[in-house]
């Protein structure tokens, strides 16, 4: 029987961006879905349950620091680790990701294999206090 693949949400409109990063991921082994604006990254992460976001925070209609703190308030989603990508790297920001309830803080330009990359640290399992190793809740 083969594993489930883990499913990354991303939720970008720069369609070059969204092409670049899902198309990495995917060769990761990953399953990703796609979301150009915030409202329907919204419902895919209520439907599909994802097992990670990655949220650029400048999207149309609702944007990424709000849809984060939608996501973080929802019992349905608030598992879910978010990881704020940006292109707007000011002083501020990262700190700004963290307040809204981001998981992770990706400043754009990112190379696709970096955001792989901090998609796999995000889900890796970690020890618990006594040394053994936790998984990420399962969804119901």
């Known amino acids: 029987m083969q594993a489930r693949k883990q499913t990354v949400l991303l939720v970008e ?6 092409i670049i990063y899902s198309t ?5 082994g990953f399953r ?3 979301a150009a604006d915030g409202e329907q990254g ?14 650029d ?5 609702v944007d990424g620091w709000e849809a984060t703190r939608r996501l973080k308030a929802d019992p349905v989603t608030a598992h879910i680790p978010v990881i704020a990508l940006t ?5 501020g920001d990262r ?6 309830g981001s998981d992770g803080y990706l400043p754009k330009p990112v ?3 970096v955001v792989a990359e901090a998609v796999e640290r995000i889900l890796a399992p970690r020890p618990d206090a006594q040394g053994a190793s936790t998984l990420p809740a399962p969804h119901a």
């Open 13 to 18: 409109d720069n369609d070059d961006n969204r």
């Open 24 to 28: 990495y991921l995917t060769h990761s």
């Open 32 to 34: 990703v879905i796609e």
């Open 42 to 55: 919204l419902a895919l992460a209520r439907a599909e349950q994802p097992d990670v976001v990655l949220m």
């Open 57 to 61: 925070v400048s999207i149309p209609l």
């Open 87 to 91: 292109a707007h790297a000011l002083a």
């Open 95 to 100: 700190e700004r990701a963290f307040a809204a």
């Open 111 to 113: 190379e696709p294999r």
